[in-house]
């Protein structure tokens, strides 16, 4: 049965980051793991594989500003640095020098930040390994969805805080397989998450993180291709946005590419829709970059 999002919240912890609130949970002995969350939900996007990945890992997963139960300042800076800078700090207050990273969606943008800063040996914490999760690797093959197009409109902040609960359900539900679709709890807690904190007054903000990759692409590419760290992608193929076709993007681009997919019919939403597929393929990449 999955947590309730009240119980998700009463089991972690905050710390302050440039006078913001940042949520995060922590659980688990072991290799340190940092698992960053997509758009637009939170930390809880690793609820259904938090028990198994913590069975023999100390996992930290944040709520990125502007997400979940962390603050959204209506004029807060958004920005994939800012988010970077986020992990950063967290891991300095808790003592984390070495670190797995496991991102999904727009977490894997935080990712590509942290492993070109690797790269290019500014980085504060040293990466073990990296593994994606359906996300917008590569944004040239990206597919938004036709909300986020309005979202980064000029319409997006007027749009944004506006949003019917209904018309955003219905948009997370096309990006499900057509097998795994979520249930009305699962939406009512996705909800739950995007409005906690006036949250729907920030999205239009949140959404222009998906298309800010562009400006870091070739730099992101790059340590992609140059790194000696083990990186994986998981991926749902039947995912609208960064399905199959990223994953043909990923083998034409990354040297020896290490691809798993959890199956045909799994959408964007592989550790919610498959969610034992997916926690195989992650202990696998971390036990051999071990």
């Known amino acids: 049965m999955d947590p309730s999002l009240a ?41 259904r594989v938090w028990a198994t990945l913590t069975e023999a890992h100390d996992v930290i997963a944040p709520d990125m500003v502007g997400f979940g139960f962390s603050d959204k300042p209506r004029d807060g800076e958004y920005s994939l640095a800012m988010m970077a800078d986020t992990v950063e700090a967290l891991a300095a207050s808790l003592d984390v020098t070495s670190a797995h990273l496991v991102a999904f969606d727009l977490g894997t943008a935080v990712a590509q930040e942290l492993l070109a800063r690797f790269e290019e040996g500014r980085a504060k914490v040293r990466l073990r390994s990296v593994c994606f999760l359906n996300g917008s690797l590569f944004p040239e093959v990206y597919r938004p969805r036709w909300i986020q197009k309005v979202l980064v409109s000029p319409l997006g902040p007027w749009v944004g805080p506006r949003l019917p609960r209904g018309l955003v359900q219905k948009a997370l539900v096309s990006t499900f397989g057509p097998h795994t ?8 807690r996705f909800s739950q ?95 051999r970059a071990a």
Do not use: C
């Not at 409005?195 to 222009?208: D, F, I, M, P, Y």
């Open 7 to 47: 119980q998700w919240k009463s089991l972690g912890h905050t710390f302050s980051y440039r006078g913001r609130s940042v949520f995060y949970r922590r659980e688990g002995r072991g290799p340190t793991v940092v698992a960053l969350h997509g758009y637009p939900l939170s930390s809880w996007d690793f609820s």
């Open 181 to 188: 679709k979520p249930s009305p709890e699962d939406l009512e």
């Open 193 to 287: 998450l995007i409005e906690a904190g006036e949250g729907l007054s920030v999205t239009h903000k949140l959404n222009k993180l998906v298309f800010d990759r562009r400006t870091h692409r070739d730099r992101w590419v790059s340590a992609m291709q140059s790194t000696r760290v083990a990186m994986r992608l998981v991926n749902g193929p039947a995912d609208p946005n960064s399905g199959a076709h990223m994953m043909q993007r990923y083998r034409e681009l990354v040297p020896s590419p290490d691809i798993v997919s959890v199956g045909d019919a799994i959408g964007h939403w592989p550790l919610l829709e498959a969610p034992d597929a997916s926690a195989r393929a992650i202990l696998e990449h971390w036990a």
